[in-house]
């Protein structure tokens, strides 16, 4: 699990101290551009808002455009406060005000690292999902929307125009793909699918 941090700021005074205190604590730190590489490997993004060329928000939005993006957290000033509320709203993790308090920006960053170890996680899990789901042939598919819609193997048999053996085969092998010993417990598992967040690199 990465726990690789990146940093970006323009003030070379700042960025320097923010690469002290990460490392101080235990982190590893990457001073990055972050527009050639791949921000997942990073478990967490501390993003200045104003940046020469492109703005923290500007990079923000193109980041979130790849497979991942990890948490981010923005460095602002008073007067850029209603920007970082935007970037909240486009699903940063939190803002920080200059000067920052070094043991926010430290609780700030480990509750992120906390969030993107989530992420992560729930990630493959809709990946593992969607693999199954694939493996599933179309016959099995539409057992399994019938079995989902709480269809007895007898009303299923009579609705595919199949034999409840047919039937029982179809189903024993949806639930042995999908992992599942239960309609209840197949359920449960689609409940926690969302095709949009089971894009891969």
Known sequence: MSRLLAVVDDDEA??????????????AVQP???LQDDAAQFACLILD??????????????????PYCPPAIFLT?????????????????????????????????QQAISQDQQNRQQQSQQQRILGALNQLTDREQEVMQLVLAGKLNKQIADSLDIS????????????????VKSA?????????YRPHAAKSD
């Open 49 to 66: 808002m104003r940046l020469s060329g492109m703005s923290g928000l500007m990079l923000f939005e193109r980041l979130l455009q790849r």
């Open 184 to 192: 209840v417990e197949l359920a449960g598992l689609l409940a926690q």
């Open 77 to 109: 000033g008073h007067a850029d406060v209603p920007l970082a509320v935007s970037a909240l709203k486009m699903g940063a993790f939190d803002f920080v005000e200059k000067p920052f308090d070094d043991l926010l920006l430290l609780t700030r960053v």
């Open 32 to 34: 990055e551009a972050l």
């Open 14 to 27: 700042v960025r320097e101290a923010l690469v002290w205190l990460l490392e101080s604590n235990g982190l």
């Open 164 to 179: 409840i053996k047919t039937v029982e085969v179809h189903r024993a092998r949806v639930m042995e793909k999908m992992g």
